[in-house]
């Protein structure tokens, strides 16, 4: 047990040491030879750029929920079409932890609404993360022109 948490503990450290030579490389070189103002604005840009990123993934999850509950609701219709006309099964529908006795009908109703609701919040998710996608491409490239232009 002791080499494992020991063999963990170094992982971590050789991943932390790694993370922060690079990023310390990557970041402050090309800005220490520049003005103090640009180096500013440079940080400012790059805090944006990592909270946009940051949403970001964040909307690449949300769409990615949105299509399993979707899926999830389409897949469950599939399966109580193949149900037999007039059979006496008991179906249930979810209402939070628990589970009620419903209609099948008001079961199609319920899964036809999921999936309406989750296809357009798949889609409004989508054209938002094309808009923080622009505004990432958007933020690096003043990065660089802040940067270049600074060094020149």
Avoid: C, W
């Amino acid at each position: 047990m002791r080499q494992i948490k020991a063999k963990r503990d170094n992982q971590r450290r050789v991943e932390n040491a790694t993370k922060t030579a690079t990023s310390a490389a990557a970041e402050s070189a090309p800005i220490r030879s520049l003005d103090p103002s640009v180096v500013k604005e440079v940080q400012d840009l790059q805090a944006q750029l990592r909270t946009t990123a940051k949403e970001f993934r964040d909307v690449q999850g949300r769409i990615r929920r949105a299509q399993l509950a979707k899926r999830t609701s389409e897949l469950t219709k599939n399966q109580l079409k193949e149900l037999p006309d007039g059979s006496y099964s008991k179906l249930y529908r979810p209402v939070g932890k628990m589970f009620m006795l419903a209609s099948e009908s008001e079961i199609n109703a319920h899964l036809d609404e999921t999936i309406e609701k989750e296809g357009k919040n798949e889609t409004s998710l989508s054209s938002k993360m094309e808009y923080l996608e622009k505004m990432m491409k958007s933020q690096q490239q003043n990065i660089q022109e802040l940067t270049k232009s600074a060094s020149e």
